[in-house]
């Protein structure tokens, strides 16, 4: 009876379990981003903004101006008196807890599945992101701070939560397509995340607003996703025969290896491979982290938007960023299976469109000036380029090891995550005048990160599975067990003949 009910449940599924949960873990995303991204446009609205008046002595100050003269009239009702460098230390608190939890959260997921890890590690954020404005009324930059710290340490686990769950669910022809999809989620989030923030603030007049809301749609996805998603596809109750008969197929199993050795540390860390995956992490999230943080202080402070059209503009960027990296994912999949590309090439070619064209498009976008069309779209075009890393260096680390994809995950975005802390800090540290020339040494500096990391991921990058997946431990282990079997079997052969002979003797 029970295992009828399953299949009637099954076939009320339209949809592959697979892409159930590809779906439920690109939510996932969303909800993480959001919650992380929405701090980045509140702020502008919480602290004093500078009065910076223009004064016409033919000097070129870089200020970029708004009607009546003065560039300080988009001042808003801030209370907080924080100065630039405190914001990028509150905007970089957030990445100093979530580097900490990605190995732990690796190697967690890896052990007993990502559901829990992931489900948990987003549920924790949630209420993190609920206290917020209790938080920052009560205790100000410093109690902020360390809320933030411990949001990370719930998001940490994120990436490498799914990878892991990805590597059990999704053979290699769908990764690029699937994988593209789920951590495009990071796009969709920072959308939401910004111009949502933007009408709420504008709608309520009130920065609180997001906090609560952004944070109680977490916790509704956590309770959707604890119900209809598991670790594996051996113990989801309603997964159909045919799905399981494509995915053993594809992947030869339908969960995890129980049989495997402990995560081979040494071979991970000198493989040459996963270094070049570490590096192009590097300059992936350098150029990103410093989009998604502070591209609203820009058009803030700088360009002098409005709060609305704030969160409205720097959303646009992630829009398209989103669509390209969909559409690059599907094109990728298609590349390789027709076998025009293989996989490395694959990897490295779309890493490499998403290194240089966004490197040389947010500098362009710093000589555009104050015109505020010209801008935007400059902006918008390097992040839709960007997307490109989504099928390339993003879905990287299931290439190289599906057994250990979550540990590789953990340690290529925590260390990448690590200039989440340096971006926005560096920021603070170098726009203390908020002037176009301040933020070009910033984008240039972005400039070299990009091209120096792609160059190291073209020349040592690959997408074969690395001899690491299959420790020697293991096959050392199998050996034995294979040698075992055949000593079995020989001596079982070898009775008859024994017995046959002895009998031959007495029979004489």
């Known amino acids: 009876m029970l295992i009828g009910w399953r299949k009637t449940v099954a076939k009320c599924f339209i949809i592959p379990q697979r892409v159930v949960l590809s779906i439920m873990g690109f939510l996932a995303i969303v909800n993480a981003y959001t919650m992380r991204i929405c701090l980045n446009v509140a702020i502008t609205e919480m602290t004093v903004k500078k009065n910076k008046t223009f004064i016409d002595d033919g000097v070129d100050r870089g200020i970029c101006l708004v009607e009546g003269g003065s560039s300080g009239g988009n001042m808003g009702k801030g209370i907080f008196e924080w100065d630039e460098e405190l914001i990028g230390i509150i905007l970089g608190a957030f990445f100093w807890g979530y580097v900490i939890t990605h190995l732990p959260g690796g190697l967690l997921s890896e052990k007993f599945g990502g559901k829990y890890t992931l489900g948990l590690g987003i549920l924790s954020t949630a209420i993190f992101t609920l206290i917020t404005p209790v938080v920052i009324n009560w205790g100000g930059s410093t109690w902020l701070i360390v809320l933030r710290f411990l949001e990370g340490l719930g998001e940490g686990t994120t990436f490498p939560a799914l990878s892991a769950l990805l590597a059990t669910w999704v053979p290699v022809k769908e990764r690029g397509k699937l994988g593209s999809f789920v951590f495009g989620g990071g796009q969709v989030g920072t959308i939401i995340g910004t111009a949502l923030s933007g009408v709420l603030i504008d709608y309520y007049d009130s920065w609180e607003s997001v906090f609560y809301f952004f944070g109680i749609l977490a916790i509704i996805w956590f309770l959707i996703f604890i119900v209809i998603c598991y670790k594996d596809p051996e113990s989801h109750p309603f997964i159909t025969e045919k799905e399981k008969d494509y995915l053993i197929r594809e992947m ?103 290194s240089f064209a966004p490197a040389c498009l947010i500098v362009g976008a710093s000589y555009a000036g104050c015109d505020r069309v010209l801008v935007v779209i400059l902006f918008t075009l390097a992040m839709g380029f960007m997307g490109g890393f989504y099928p390339g260096m993003k879905v990287n680390a299931l290439d190289l090891s599906p057994n250990y994809a979550g540990t590789l995950m953990a340690i290529t975005n925590g260390i990448g995550a690590m200039t989440g802390i340096l971006g926005p800090y560096l920021v603070g540290v170098i726009t203390t005048n908020q002037s176009l020339y301040e933020w070009r040494i910033v984008f240039w500096i972005a400039f070299g990160v990009f091209n120096i990391t792609n160059v190291v991921y073209i020349f040592w990058a690959s997408g074969e599975v690395q001899p690491f997946n299959d420790s020697e431990l293991l096959k050392k282990s199998k050996e034995s067990l294979a040698n075992s079997d055949s000593e079995a079997n020989h001596n079982e052969v070898k009775k008859p003949k024994l017995i046959s002979i002895k009998g031959n003797k007495n029979e004489s």
């Open 252 to 354: 030869g199993a339908l969960s995890r290896d129980k049989t495997l050795a402990p995560t081979p540390w040494k071979a991970i860390v000198t493989n040459v491979p996963m270094m070049a995956l570490v590096c192009a992490q590097i300059g992936h999230d350098f150029g990103f982290f410093i989009m998604a943080t502070d591209l609203p202080k820009y058009m803030s402070d700088v360009l002098q938007f409005p709060i609305k059209e704030n969160g409205l503009y720097s959303s646009l960027p992630y829009a398209f960023m989103w669509v390209t990296s969909i559409a690059m994912g599907f094109v990728c999949d298609w590349m390789i299976n027709r076998k025009m590309m293989n996989v490395t090439n694959s990897r490295k070619f779309y890493t490499t469109i998403a």
